[in-house]
């Protein structure tokens, strides 16, 4: 039996390395196009939060309950404390080319 084992000090940094850029790239900009992902799966407290964050609703996220909004983030999150509410980026990748042009 051939047995295959990777150090273990790359693998961590690998590791690190692809959270830490998973996390940058799922960062919610200061202003912008951003993803509310309900914990609860209630899209209601996802339309709520983004009204009480003055966001605008721009179409229904890839994620069940989810919506893409422009909006600020601090206030967002504010309206988002408590509530279950994940606020992340939305990217292309994830939540597809919504608006004509090339921009979400």
Request: charge should be positive; proline fraction near 8%.
């Amino acid at each position: 039996m051939i047995r295959f084992s990777l150090p273990l000090a790359p693998v961590c940094q690998l590791s690190v390395a692809a959270t830490i850029l998973t996390v940058i790239a799922l960062s919610p900009p200061q202003r912008g196009a951003m993803l509310l992902v309900p914990l609860t799966g209630q899209i209601a407290a996802v339309v709520n939060v983004a009204m009480a964050g003055k966001a605008a609703l721009l179409a229904q996220g890839p994620l069940p309950g989810s919506m893409i909004v422009i909006g600020d983030r601090a206030a967002l999150r504010t309206a988002a404390s408590g509530r279950g509410i994940l606020l992340l980026s939305a990217p292309r990748a994830l939540c597809g080319d919504r608006a004509a042009g090339g921009t979400v």
